[in-house]
Every structure is written in structure tokens, then in C-alpha cells.
């Protein structure tokens, strides 16, 4: 069994993460720009699935976050679930699941996220190592009612692009083929 203190230094970990998690939805819903780079290491990275961001160190990532910024109005990003799993006592891994309402293209949209995370514990607290960002989808609320229909639910660009998630999982091919639906 774990010691007390250890298990109070797991817990705190786990807090600081969870705080970062929303200091992230915080800071960039409020334009918090001087606040942003706070939140990640210097060689961290920001990506998302589809390949439309894809950001290295934090002057790169800030440069992605300006040109997002161009094309958003005001949004509300929402978190629900943070799973961490410690890799030791300087890392941990994280999937976080939330979803934004967001005004983008002329039109207000909303989008389900997933973010798959690497935290590290830095002499400043924990920070964002790495960050990818996946979409099950992101369209006009329009369209919402109708949307998990069709495998294209990425409505953020001129073309509508495949969700990033479940289909491509593996764990829900591989389901789906037992079931005889794939």
C-alpha cells in the first residue's frame, strides 16, 4: 500500500492537472493571450487529428492560436470528463472530453472534442506537453440534430472532413465487425 504522503502528492498532481485543464478553456475563450504560454512546456506540441494544426513550441503555438483566433468569435468550451493516468511522478497522460459552442464562419457552430494529453511537472507546476485535439464533430448548430448520420461531421472548413473519432478507433472497428456491421 501507498504511503499517505504519496498518495496527498498523487492527489494534489491530479488537482494542478485538472485546474490547468480549464485555465486552458479559460484563457483562450477570454483571449487571455499573455496567460496562454503558461500553460505549456517550451518544446510542447499542439496538434490536431486531421492535421490542420499542427504547432511545436510555444511561440509556434501561440502563432496557430492567433490564426484561430482570426477566424473565431466568441466561444464557451465546456470539459466534462479528465482521465489521468501518472507515468511516474513527472508525466502523465490524460484524455479529456468536452464540447465548444463557438461562432466561426459567419454562423454558430458546436463541436464534440476529445483532447489526448501529455502533462509533465515542470519547477513551475504541471504544463501541457503535448495536445492533440479530435473531433466527433464540429458543425453549424443547424445541422446539429442530424449530424452522427454521416461519417463527414467536421464542418469547420469549406469542406466537410471525416470525424476523427469513434470510426477510426480501433476498439470500434473491431466491434463493429463482430457485430457485422463493418
Request: charged share 30%; glycine share 6%; hydrophobic share 35%.
Amino acid at each position: 500500500m501507498q504511503k499517505l504522503e504519496d498518495r496527498i502528492t498523487r492527489l494534489e498532481a491530479e488537482s494542478q492537472i485538472r485546474q490547468l485543464v480549464a485555465r486552458y478553456c479559460f484563457y483562450i475563450d477570454d483571449r487571455l493571450i499573455d496567460r496562454i504560454p503558461t500553460l505549456f512546456t517550451p518544446d510542447a506540441a499542439l496538434r490536431s487529428a486531421d492535421g490542420v494544426m499542427n504547432a511545436s513550441g510555444v511561440d509556434t503555438i501561440m502563432a496557430q492560436f492567433h490564426g484561430r483566433f482570426d477566424v473565431l468569435g466568441p466561444g464557451h468550451h465546456f470539459m466534462h470528463d479528465v482521465q489521468i493516468d501518472f507515468e511516474g511522478n513527472d508525466q502523465a497522460r490524460g484524455r479529456v472530453s468536452g464540447h465548444a459552442e463557438l461562432w466561426r464562419r459567419g454562423q454558430m457552430m458546436v463541436t464534440a472534442i476529445r483532447y489526448d494529453d501529455i502533462y509533465r511537472n515542470t519547477a513551475d507546476g504541471w504544463k501541457i506537453a503535448d495536445r492533440t485535439i479530435n473531433f466527433l464533430y464540429y458543425v453549424p448548430v443547424a445541422e446539429y440534430p442530424d449530424i452522427l448520420r454521416t461519417l463527414d461531421r467536421n464542418h469547420a472548413y469549406d469542406e466537410p472532413k471525416p470525424a476523427d473519432f469513434p470510426e477510426q478507433l480501433p476498439s470500434w472497428t473491431e466491434y463493429e465487425k463482430s457485430r457485422g456491421r463493418a
